[in-house]
């Protein structure tokens, strides 16, 4: 079946500097692959998405690049701000299948 | 353009009452999904619907939990006979007719607390 497997957290970073969030993903065919961020009481927002191999979805300055060789979809952003802290999660999406597969989600506390 | 609405966004149930959770997905979106996340973990799916149908419920407790997408009004997720372990944070989803369905939208979700 499939599975997403991401960092645990809480990750604590000072205001300014780089960031990763591993995320790795197992699954039959050939799946799309999100990362998704929830604010404090908040629902899910998408922040990113990629479709095939070597894609690399952006927004709001991260990025992260389908590595099929690797099968991983890590988050990066070069410069977070304390507005940055969030839940962030990781995601796929088979065709043929009605629902999004998440991680177990990934807290970011981004101090001054 | 309203985004997704749940409500309540927060409901407190005693053991063994009912828990009724509403949805109303985007304008103009026709097919809602329904997860649950419990403490520290990860959102997983319960139930994929259209108006009057139930396409997906492979996620669903087979016992006590039900979903309905009517073709009038938001969609209900009902628990029936609540128990502790039903206390979780339950998200609602839509995406838009004819769309790839991993185009979801997510409401703010309902705080079931079983006390």
């Known amino acids: 079946g499939n599975s997403v497997t991401q960092m645990e957290g809480p990750v604590t970073l000072s205001e300014e500097a780089f960031l990763t969030i591993n995320c790795t993903y197992t699954a039959t065919g050939y799946p799309s692959l999100f990362w998704y961020v929830q604010y404090p009481g908040e629902g899910l927002q998408l922040l990113l998405k990629a479709t095939k191999a070597d894609d690399k979805g952006s927004n709001k300055g991260f990025e992260a690049t389908y590595r099929k060789e690797t099968t991983s979809f890590h988050l990066e952003k070069g410069s977070v701000q304390v507005s940055d802290s969030a839940v962030y999660f990781c995601?796929?999406?088979?065709?043929?299948?009605?629902?999004?597969?998440f991680g177990t989600g990934t807290q970011l506390k981004v101090e001054l | 353009n309203a985004g997704v609405m749940q409500n309540p966004r927060h409901l407190v149930r005693r053991r063994g009452q009912e828990a009724r959770l509403r949805c109303s997905p985007m304008?103009?979106?026709?097919?809602v999904y329904w997860y649950r996340q419990l403490p520290e973990e990860g959102l997983k799916f319960m139930v994929y619907?259209?108006?009057?149908?139930?396409?997906?419920e492979s996620g669903m407790p087979k016992e006590r939990f039900s979903a309905e997408f009517p073709k009038e009004g938001p969609s209900i997720l009902r628990i029936q006979q609540v128990v502790r372990g039903d206390s979780a944070a339950y998200f609602c989803?839509?995406?838009?007719?004819?769309?790839?369905?991993?185009?979801?939208?997510f409401g703010p979700g309902t705080r079931l607390t079983v006390t």
């Open positions: 304008k103009g979106h026709s097919h």
């Open positions: 619907l259209q108006k009057e149908n139930i396409i997906d």
């Open positions: 995601a796929l999406f088979t065709g043929g299948g009605n629902k999004l597969t």
């Open positions: 989803a839509s995406s838009p007719p004819g769309g790839s369905t991993y185009e979801q939208y």
